[in-house]
């Protein structure tokens, strides 16, 4: 079946830091993939995302690109901000837009001043 | 942007009760919702999708004479847990779509569920 497998939190990190979530996928077919955004206390927030392979999703500085080659879409910022704290989710859909999402269980980012 | 919310934020009931959960979006027509369960430190889960004025598809494994969904118009789904048991403790979360081209999906909350 389809599976999304990222790594596991907490991660902490300093501000200005270098930041990479790696996510690994299973599916058959050719997926969508996307990072999902939670802040404390509201709901996920599509981050960014890819459609196909090679393809580089990017958005408030966080980028991603889409690996067929190791079924990857690992998620990395050059230099995070406290605001950035918030629990990150990698996710799937191999019916095109995003229907049928399946997620991984989330890296919470902490980020210290 | 778009916004979903949900009602109650937490909600405690006893064994054999049942509890009703809101998901409202508030600024636009949600032809589609779909509702999820997350157990803490895994994945969300998706249970169901419900297309107003359809009934839900559940997804395998999940049983619907217990979780009943209503999507009654454009902007309001509702779920319910009928006869809550502990087991059916989690975090609810529910995401709504438009039909209007992006079918980006637009997440609630959630609400926390304790069966005592």
């Known amino acids: 079946g389809n599976s999304v497998t990222q790594m596991e939190g907490p991660v902490t990190l300093s501000e200005e830091a270098f930041l990479t979530i790696n996510c690994t996928y299973t599916?058959?077919?050719?997926?969508?993939l996307f990072w999902y955004v939670q802040y404390p206390g509201e709901g996920l927030q599509l981050l960014l995302k890819?459609?196909?392979?090679?393809d580089k999703g990017s958005n408030k500085g966080f980028e991603a690109t889409y690996r067929k080659e190791t079924t990857s879409f690992h998620l990395e910022k050059g230099s995070v901000q406290v605001s950035d704290s918030a629990v990150y989710f990698c996710?799937?859909?191999?019916?095109?837009?995003?229907?049928?999402?399946?997620f991984g269980k989330g890296t919470k980012l902490t980020v210290n001043p | 942007g778009a916004v979903v919310s949900q009602h109650p934020s937490w909600v405690i009931c006893k064994s054999g009760t049942s509890v009703k959960i809101e998901c409202r979006s508030l600024?636009?027509?949600?032809?589609?919702m779909f509702w999820y369960r997350q157990f803490p430190k895994q994945s969300l889960m998706l249970m169901a999708t419900?297309?107003?004025?359809?009934?839900?598809?559940?997804e395998q494994g999940v049983e619907k004479d217990k979780f009943l969904i209503n999507h009654a118009s454009l902007t309001l789904s509702t779920l319910t847990v009928t006869s809550a048991h502990p087991e059916d403790s989690s975090f609810y979360i529910c995401?709504?779509?438009?039909?209007?081209?992006?079918?980006?999906?637009?997440f609630g909350p959630g609400t926390r569920l304790t069966v005592t």
């Open positions: 890819a459609t196909k392979a090679d």
């Open positions: 419900s297309n107003e004025g359809s009934k839900a598809t559940y």
């Open positions: 599916a058959t077919g050719y997926p969508s």
């Open positions: 996710a799937l859909s191999t019916q095109g837009g995003s229907e049928k999402l399946v």
């Open positions: 600024d636009f027509q949600a032809t589609t």
């Open positions: 995401s709504a779509r438009s039909d209007g081209g992006r079918y980006e999906q637009y």
